[in-house]
């Protein structure tokens, strides 16, 4: 296959059958993948605190700071997350929380080593977000590639690619405006690389954004990872409108699938794209057949549960779909960044 252009990417999306992408995006998948095998993870993203000055008209989650129910976990709080997750099998964390700005950057440091101290390599975790990294470097005056040096150090090995949604400055001036630039996150995802760290790619599609907001996000997509290939990973998930200040309604299952599809086609240097059980449950299975070859199957996320996501937490059940589709499907855990072992 050959590399496609936004013109023709938009082409596909907007006159291209099912079928058609279905087949394109399977032989995408297969210059990495077995046709008929699917890596998943059992993962658990512990929301820290909710206290988050972002703002983002989307988030159903947050509180302003000395807003009633705000709260910050204790290290107990999160060894006890973690403990359970071990015990259902799993052993990949996300942290996330958002902007909290009672919280340092080392309070982060102190609690990212006392994790990695107390588990070693039994888990491994997801440190952040880029969004929550930009924060947290500009809070403590350091430069991003300080920073991230700062996390390394603490044991970090992984900052998602979270906190993008849809990276275009028209897009944040609407609904995140106190989330800084695309330039910014792009810069500090860049640093994350430069340090030795893995990182991901990661969108949101659903809210008001239009078909060139999309591409562009790939295109962007695509473009850093000609730059850096540091990008592990492209996971795509939908908005979910419940609670939140912009409402709205969710995209259908349909419309998932064919995105899915476009993104393998058209991030044609990206090994691994993801499909998002958390907020297609059942649907998200079937996108393996839209060039998607990899899931995990959460057991929290309270940031998505707030808008209405739904937890499934019999992990059999669900992994009977995928190999009812025809897919043999295997655990993986998450890969120690090179430069770190």
């Known amino acids: 296959m050959t590399r496609i252009s936004v ?138 590639a300080e920073a991230a040096a700062r996390l390394r150090d603490a044991g970090v090995h992984w900052v ?31 640093a994350i690389v430069e340090a030795g760290l893995r990182t991901t790619a990661t969108m949101v599609i659903g809210f008001d954004e239009t078909l060139d907001e999309r591409l562009e996000h790939l295109q962007r997509t695509r473009d850093f990872q000609d730059e850096t290939n540091g990008l592990f990973s492209f996971l795509c998930w939908t908005y979910k409108p419940y609670g939140t200040a912009l409402g709205g309604t969710e995209v259908s299952a349909n419309e998932y699938h064919r995105w899915i599809a476009l993104s393998r086609i058209f991030l044609d240097n990206v090994e691994h794209v993801r499909t998002s059980v958390l907020t297609q449950n059942e649907e998200a299975f ?13 057991i929290e996320d309270e940031v998505t549960e707030k808008a209405g996501a739904r937890i499934e937490l019999d992990l059999e059940r669900l992994l009977a779909i995928p190999r009812r589709l025809g897919y043999d499907v295997e655990y993986r855990r998450a890969e120690r960044p090179a430069a770190l072992v």
């Open 160 to 190: 998602t690619g979270g906190g993008s949604e849809i990276l275009t400055e028209d897009f944040r001036k609407r609904h995140a405006k106190w989330k800084y630039t695309v330039v910014d996150y792009f810069e500090a995802q860049k």
């Open 7 to 144: 013109d023709e990417a938009r082409e596909l999306w907007l006159h291209g059958s099912d079928e058609e992408l279905r087949t394109l995006a399977a032989a995408a998948r297969a210059r990495y993948h077995d046709p008929h095998r699917a890596t998943y993870m059992v993962m658990r993203i512990i929301n820290y605190t909710n206290v988050c000055v972002a703002q983002c008209d989307y988030c159903a989650f947050y509180v302003l700071p000395n807003q009633p129910g705000g709260y910050v976990l204790s290290r107990e709080d999160v060894f006890a997350k973690i403990d359970e997750l071990l015990e259902l099998g799993g052993d990949l964390v996300g942290f996330n929380g958002g902007f909290n700005p009672k919280l340092p950057l080392d309070y982060y440091c102190d609690l990212f080593a006392a994790v990695r101290a107390r588990y070693g390599d039994r888990i491994e975790f997801y440190a952040l977000t880029i969004a929550e990294f930009v924060f947290l470097a500009d809070r403590a005056k350091l430069s991003y």
């Open 286 to 298: 079937r996108a393996l057949d839209y060039g998607a070859d990899d899931f995990d199957l959460p």
